[in-house]
């Protein structure tokens, strides 16, 4: 099943029996009838396929998967807010907030747009505020809004952890690693952290998303991936996320193969070219200044700004450009000839690689795995 697919009262009725013992405490505790809570937690073991509870004349005695699942669930409880909400009016929000449109969120879901407007409505109604407003033609979510969007997708990812925990109980090592890789990452750590995890849990499938820093931190935010690989930024990040630094990068300096500069240079020459650099506030432009404040003098003019390798090894070779790149990520075209590196960065010049996931995180067992692929892999680069 999927994670959008739970029924919210079911979810409390769980966490309550779990909590109190009983199902007449957790009743009252979460304002439904007896047999409400005893139906309810039994659609939710039909749905899970396995049992939450054992009946005994005592009370409900809570099962391993039962417990593992409830913090997962309290959590998502808490970021829902209320459990009068219904999972057709989360789908609907989360595919409203995604789509920016109520037509396009009504494709997304798969009902009709009247039906997906009246969920939207209703979501807004249980939690008492208005999520999402006209503005001329198109539409935009209110400040309520925005922040709801990201608590629902951050529910919908604890409770995807939660499957994925319910199912290694059951022995069944399944599940979907989410990964942001900014560029330096793609080259060679992250396909080769992914081959060795591949090779013991090949029945885990990884989805690995591309992107800057700028691109890939709101979905971590938001739960849509578990953690991003790359260049780590400054502590003005923000408290809810944290950075473990893997390993220190020093760039060196490329042009095309037969490049002038080739044969050698100094600061003035480095100052006659023409550069391709990623965009300002970048760790890597950023060194790149660092470079020449070192050096001393102007700095040399950026006509093109790309974060793309690809791009940048294109224009590389049609041109006398120089560039900053980690030697990883045009080592094969440096093992092709079609460019070449002309030596490293002046200067004590070095980015640190990273892992950067959410604070609050509680990665599964899989996902640590994969963390401890990540770290192999960043030992197997270095050596």
């Known amino acids: ?32 009838t007896q047999p409400a809570v005893t139906q309810g937690i039994a659609k939710l073991e ?46 609907a929000f989360v595919a409203l907030a995604r789509a920016g449109s109520y037509a396009a969120a009504a494709a997304i879901v798969g009902v009709a747009e009247p039906s997906l407007h009246r969920a939207v409505g209703d979501l807004g109604l249980a939690l008492g505020v208005r999520l999402a407003e006209r503005r001329g033609r198109g539409l935009m979510l209110t400040r309520a809004g925005v922040a709801l969007a990201r608590r629902l997708r951050l529910a919908l990812a604890e409770l995807r952890q939660g499957l994925e925990e319910i ?36 029945q885990v499938d990884i989805s690995v998303v591309e992107g800057s820093h700028a691109e890939l931190v709101g979905p971590l935010r938001d739960g849509e991936i578990d953690m991003m690989v790359g260049a780590l930024r400054d502590a003005t990040i923000g408290q809810d996320l944290v950075q473990q630094p893997l390993f220190e990068d020093r760039p060196t300096i490329f042009a095309r193969a037969g490049h002038r500069l080739e044969q050698g240079w100094d600061g003035d020459d480095l100052r006659r070219f023409p550069w391709i650099l990623p965009p300002e506030g970048t760790p890597l432009r950023q060194l790149w200044r660092a470079m020449f404040a070192a050096l001393g003098g102007d700095l040399p003019a950026v006509p093109i700004e790309c974060g793309s390798v690809m791009t940048v090894r294109q224009l590389l070779v049609s041109g006398d450009y120089l560039t900053l790149l980690s030697v990883d990520q045009l080592r094969v075209e440096l093992d092709s000839g079609m460019v070449a590196d002309i030596g490293p960065a002046p200067g004590e010049i070095s980015r640190t690689i990273g892992l950067t996931s959410r604070t609050d995180w509680r990665p599964t067992r899989l996902q640590q795995q994969f963390m401890a692929a990540i770290e192999q892999a960043v030992g197997e680069v270095n050596s």
């Open 46 to 91: 039909a749905q899970l396929g396995v049992p939450l509870f054992e009946r005994r004349p005592g009370g409900m005695v809570p099962t391993d998967v039962a417990l593992r699942f409830r913090p997962r669930v309290e959590v998502a409880l808490r970021l829902i807010g209320s459990s009068r909400v219904t999972a057709a009016q989360i789908r």
């Open 1 to 32: 099943m999927e994670a959008d697919q739970f029924n919210i009262r079911h979810l409390a009725a769980m966490a309550a029996v779990v909590d109190q013992g009983s199902v007449s405490l957790a009743a009252r505790a979460v304002n439904l």
């Open 167 to 202: 199912a290694e109980l059951r022995g069944q090592e399944s599940g979907r690693i989410l990964v942001g890789a900014m560029p330096l990452s793609r080259a060679r750590l992250l396909p080769l952290a992914i081959t060795n995890f591949r090779r013991e849990f090949p």
